[in-house]
């Protein structure tokens, strides 16, 4: 089951803060977090386990909502090089089939 | 250095052609994936492998083939009987085929352009 992410796109100045929602229908065991800059591969930034882990990466942090089968992240005091598309992707509860189903991905685009 | 590669970069191919995608890695990773990605849009898992000559279809398998003859390469086979071949590929690796703790890696991308 894919899941959802919000907004589809923000733009911010640098300096500003914003947040990416990832949520699903289903029970999660795991969030990925994912930057993907124009025409590279994606570039992992984080995993968020079952049990409401919070974890950071520079000034991007998480946070992961089991009972609200969600993932939000945090960019803080945004930069230049936050831009890019940022991508969730999820590990269900139960399903042991070694695959992420990736969000449709968020645009963040950092401006000076 | 140890790492995902893939090739060629860019692929430009004839309407009916079948074309090969190379994917390699030196991580000793177990899983490996193959993802397509069109403009605006997430990733749409193709084939994955756990495991060596093992390998199952994901969620747009479709006119795709793929095989695990060896740990380090996963190569893509895209036919004729996919209808809209154009797209950005990507390949991707995983230590232990576990999605719980072992996130996936991936490559640069192929860029495939059907004229």
């Known amino acids: 089951q894919q899941p959802v992410q919000s907004p589809q796109a923000v733009i911010l100045r640098e300096g500003e803060d914003a947040v990416i929602n990832c949520s699903s229908s289903k029970a999660l065991y795991s969030v990925h977090w994912y930057r993907q800059k124009h025409g590279e591969a994606p570039v992992f930034l984080m995993i968020?386990?079952?049990?409401?882990e919070q974890k950071g990466h520079e000034k991007i942090s998480a946070s992961f909502n089991e009972k609200k089968q969600q993932s939000s992240l945090y960019l803080t005091a945004s930069q230049l090089s936050y831009s890019g598309t940022y991508f969730c992707g999820t590990e269900e509860v139960g399903v042991n089939d070694y695959k992420l189903s990736f969000g449709a991905g968020t645009t963040v685009t950092v401006r000076a | 250095d140890g790492g995902i590669t893939q090739s060629p970069k860019y692929l430009f191919r004839k309407e009916g052609q079948n074309v090969t995608l190379s994917c390699e890695q030196n991580?000793?990773?177990?899983?490996m994936y193959w993802y397509r990605q069109d403009p605006g849009q997430g990733l749409r898992l193709i084939y994955y492998?756990?495991?060596?000559?093992?390998?199952q279809k994901g969620d747009i398998a479709e006119g795709y083939s793929v095989s695990r003859e060896k740990k380090e390469s996963f190569p893509l086979t895209v036919t004729s009987a996919q209808k809209n071949p154009t797209a950005f590929y990507l390949c991707?690796?995983?230590?232990?085929?576990?999605?719980?703790?072992?996130?996936?890696?991936f490559g640069p991308g192929t860029r495939l352009t059907v004229l």
């Open positions: 968020l386990l079952k049990g409401g």
């Open positions: 991707a690796s995983s230590p232990r085929g576990s999605g719980s703790t072992d996130t996936q890696y």
């Open positions: 492998s756990q495991i060596v000559n093992d390998f």
């Open positions: 991580l000793n990773h177990d899983a």
